[in-house]
């Protein structure tokens, strides 16, 4: 079945170490490639995504995320994350379907503990 | 601008209740959407309106919800009657236009619990 598959459920870092978090999906076409980020307590917001160009994209609070069109992956980086990232990332891909409209699937979500 | 607003913030109801979620999406947005999050999974969408016209409804139990959107602006979701598995999170989202490459702006949620 056609799907997003985010592989790490829950991630437990120190603080100041990299972090990198797997999203991976299986629709063909144009897609477009989202990270949403939830704080304890607060919405869902986004955090970066990707539309065309730059494959390298670049978000808010030192994220990024590479689109590898061959691997169907876009997956999330940060070089040094802190305590503050503590949250649920999840990733969404976004396509076009028959009727002409978009049509959005959410993995399911990565915890991040992020250990002082 | 003043962001997606959803009420009530939580629910608790007993199984084979109705129950009704209201979402006010952002002004001048013309697509909304309604999501279930059960806990532990990702948003799952369950209707997506384009201005008052449903554009896609299929993963909504129809046999027990509803939406709507008859003037084209805020939206609500019922669910009648309620069972234990309904239990999650319920989203609003919106945004512009629906095209390729928008972003969605998400309410706080109301959360569902079904006794």
């Known amino acids: 079945a056609q799907s997003v598959s985010q592989h790490n459920h829950h991630v437990i870092l120190s603080e100041a170490a990299s972090l990198e978090l797997g999203c991976n999906y299986s629709y063909g076409g144009t897609v477009n490639l989202f990270w949403y980020v939830q704080y304890p307590g607060q919405h869902l917001q986004l955090l970066l995504k990707y539309f065309s160009g730059d494959p390298l994209v670049k978000g808010i609070k030192g994220f990024e995320a590479e689109f590898i069109k061959s691997k169907f992956s876009f997956n999330l980086r940060k070089p040094s994350v802190q305590w503050s990232d503590t949250a649920e990332y999840f990733c969404a891909v976004k396509r076009g379907v028959s009727g002409g409209y978009q049509k959005v699937t959410f993995g399911t979500g990565t915890k991040l503990q992020v250990i002082p | 601008e003043a962001g997606v607003a959803q009420s009530p913030r939580y629910k608790i109801i007993e199984k084979r209740q109705s129950v009704a979620f209201w979402c006010n999406p952002i002004s001048g947005h013309a697509t909304l959407y309604w999501y279930q999050q059960i806990l532990g999974q990702g948003p799952k969408l369950l209707i997506q309106f384009q201005n008052n016209g449903v554009v896609d409804d299929s993963q909504l139990p129809k046999d027990r919800f509803s939406a709507e959107r008859l003037k084209g602006v805020d939206s609500t979701l019922k669910i009648q009657p309620a069972k234990l598995e309904d239990s999650a999170v319920y989203l609003c989202?919106?945004?512009?236009?629906?095209?390729?490459?928008?972003?969605?702006?998400f309410g706080p949620g109301t959360r569902l619990l079904v006794l």
């Open positions: 989202a919106s945004s512009l236009d629906g095209i390729l490459g928008e972003t969605q702006y």
